[in-house]
């Protein structure tokens, strides 16, 4: 399972994002970047952040420490910004923490480079997951001690949001035109021989496993949550055939 921590403090906002998500401490000394289940779109941001995160690193590829992180809603009125208090009360419980990169760098689409392999499999993982937020105007990649590390995947897995059409869904095409790396002659047709193989029912079961239950249980679609968590085992098999 993730590893798990327990929020101490609140220390900043970063507002570069519409879901407000916040630097936080934990009980483990360590600082987070830390995702609320009360934002934006809420639990299924986190469900997709976690599951697209994995498969990123089950592909070879960089993604911060990603823990779950309890937040007690009594921390909230030590907040003077009132926006900030109501997020924190509304999200007691499990949120998602993301490790700190302190001094990483944005990824700039204009200047930074990356090999063919490298973008071919980001590329390959984003068609896989919808990615819908790693363009050139927004490409969502640090750079932290010369590696590159990929980051904000909450807007992956949109047929989640819509389980009636997620059939539809899954050979939707995806529009690479404004991806970040379209430019870095992306070797998509070796990361799909590479990597279609690596995406087993074993694997995506194993990857689903990690969302915590408690952000499965507002699902209205199925019955159990076994049952939530084999729809999207399903969806990201079916879209791989």
Not at 117 to 143: C, E, F, K, Q, Y
């Amino acid at each position: 399972m993730l590893p798990h921590v327990k929020v101490t403090r609140y220390v900043t906002p970063l507002r570069e994002g519409g879901s407000l998500p916040g630097l936080m401490e934990a009980d483990d000394l360590g600082t987070y970047v830390v995702k609320f289940r009360g934002a934006g779109q809420g639990r299924k941001a986190l469900v997709a952040e976690v599951i697209t995160g994995l498969l990123a690193r089950a592909f070879g590829l960089r993604v911060p420490d990603l823990v779950t992180a309890e937040l007690d809603p009594a921390l909230a009125p030590g907040e003077p910004d009132q926006e900030i208090q109501d997020l924190l009360r509304a999200s007691g419980g499990l949120n998602l923490g993301v490790d700190f990169l302190p001094g990483a760098l944005d990824f700039d689409t204009a200047s930074a480079r990356v090999d063919a392999g490298t973008a071919g499999r980001i590329l390959w993982l984003d068609g896989l997951v919808a990615n819908a937020d790693r363009s050139w105007r927004n490409p969502n990649m640090l750079l932290w001690h010369g590696r590159l590390f990929l980051i904000d995947h909450g807007a992956t897995l949109t047929f989640q949001h819509r389980w009636s059409s997620a059939a539809e869904a899954v050979s939707r095409p995806y529009d690479a035109a404004d991806h970040a790396l379209i430019g870095c002659r992306a070797a998509v047709e070796d990361a799909d021989r590479e990597l279609s193989a690596l995406v087993t029912a074993d694997l995506l079961r194993d990857i689903v496993a990690e969302v915590p239950a408690e952000w499965l249980a507002e699902e209205t679609e199925f019955e159990t949550g076994a049952a939530t968590r084999r729809a999207y085992a399903d969806w990201l098999l079916a879209r791989v055939a």
